[in-house]
């Protein structure tokens, strides 16, 4: 359960250095994600922000600074992150599917090695979450046989299979082709609707601007502005906001 405000992950001045500290890629961090926040990070290339993504499930290990996992500290040497990883999803830029197990070999095989859950019930579920993507008739197909789009869905749906609390999306879009972005989004959008946990690393501004709940925009790896979506695209309080916008807009137009 979450905590008596709904904070199911508290970032805390967290800081990454590299090349003995003279790139910082993160420096200060301190975000709060509360249970049915929908978070877009954003900010310009090279920013920190899947450093950042990618710190809260310890894919990076931080310099410093702590990470609040239902009030427990995950940077701490006694958790076991192999656990913690089971309570937060994570979708790739790179879908990262085993290319010779089949789409429905692919979802099933982490829920009946880890979570132990026999292998008719885990096809059970596999199949009824393809369903709700889309792609109940690809389920015996290879990942060779999908297009891009098709691929994420499903590296997002494996990812439900073991029932996070959390999910974390690593530029899930930046990858397809334009045409393939809106199935992508849909899905992540309808998982945003039913109330999950996410945060998102996204160029995508339209996502960011009508699906979020909040934005965290980033740059040289310091928060710059933390708002809610709607306050930060209508009225953002930093210039560097501001300026942020104004370019987005500028390119728009061209």
Do not use: W
């Not at 954003?42 to 920190?48: E, K, N, T, V």
């Not at 937060?88 to 879908?95: A, L, R, S």
């Not at 690593?170 to 992540?188: N, Q, R, Y």
């Amino acid at each position: 359960m979450a905590t008596a405000d709904n904070v199911i992950i508290s970032v805390q001045n967290l800081c990454k250095y590299f090349k003995k500290d003279a790139i910082r890629a993160l420096d200060g961090i301190s975000v709060d994600i509360r249970q049915g926040d929908v978070i877009a990070a954003i900010g310009p290339s090279g920013s920190g922000k899947s450093t950042f993504l990618r710190s809260l499930n310890l894919l990076e290990t931080p310099t410093s600074g702590s990470i609040l996992f239902h009030g427990v500290d995950i940077t701490q040497k006694k958790v076991n992150i192999d656990q913690l990883r089971q309570k937060m999803g994570m979708v790739f830029q790179h879908f990262n599917l085993f290319p010779h197990r089949t789409i429905l070999q692919n979802m099933t095989l982490a829920p009946e090695k880890v979570l132990r859950v026999p292998h008719e019930a885990a096809s059970e579920k596999a199949l009824q979450l393809l369903r709700r993507v889309g792609l109940e008739d690809r389920a015996d197909a290879y990942p060779i046989q999908l297009s891009g789009g098709q691929k994420q869905r499903v590296a997002i749906v494996r990812a439900l299979m073991m029932e996070p609390e959390v999910m974390l999306f690593d530029e899930p879009t930046s990858a397809l082709d334009p045409e393939l972005t809106g199935e992508v989004l849909s899905v992540m959008r309808n998982l945003a609707e039913e109330g999950m946990t996410m945060l998102v690393v996204t160029h995508e501004m339209s996502f960011a601007r009508t699906v979020s709940s909040q934005v965290v925009f980033m740059e040289h790896g310091v928060v710059v502005e933390h708002a809610p979506s709607r306050e930060f695209f209508t009225n953002p309080r930093q210039e560097r906001s501001r300026a942020f916008l104004r370019n987005l807009l500028d390119r728009f137009d061209e």
